[in-house]
């Protein structure tokens, strides 16, 4: 089974960008349903996007408007989320999750194989 680590977040100012990073290990991340979700403090945690294992393309929650990109490099086995025009309401616990098999969709409950997330805090 997969296994994965988030890396990248930290204090960023509104307005900047964060690149986020989640290595893989154990099985190549091609072969899953893999995305990015994230947790505000009091808050459920929601999709970001995905990328399918069938067409390599990505789907993006209806709630991101544009300034999130998903893409996954399949050599180093790890998946990124570069984050622009940070805003205050970013600040979350970042997690990237993993599910083969099934619909792929950023839906919190399709997926089964989480990382320990990376924390991100804007401030404005």
């Known amino acids: 089974q997969v296994q994965l680590a988030e890396s990248g977040g930290g204090s960023a100012q509104a307005g900047g960008s964060l690149r986020l990073s989640c290595v893989a290990s154990?099985?190549?991340?091609?072969?899953?349903?893999i995305g990015w979700f994230r947790q505000a403090p009091g808050k459920e945690r929601e999709g970001i996007a995905v990328i399918s294992p069938y067409s390599g393309l990505p789907t993006y929650a209806a709630s991101v408007k544009g300034r999130f990109t998903i893409s996954r490099d399949n050599a180093k086995n790890t998946l990124y989320l570069q984050i622009n025009t940070l805003k205050s309401e970013d600040t979350a616990m970042y997690y990237c999750a993993a599910q083969k098999g099934g619909h792929c969709a950023p839906v919190v409950r399709y997926f089964g194989t989480w990382g320990q997330g990376t924390q991100v805090t804007v401030s404005s």
């Open positions: 154990g099985e190549p991340l091609s072969a899953y349903c």
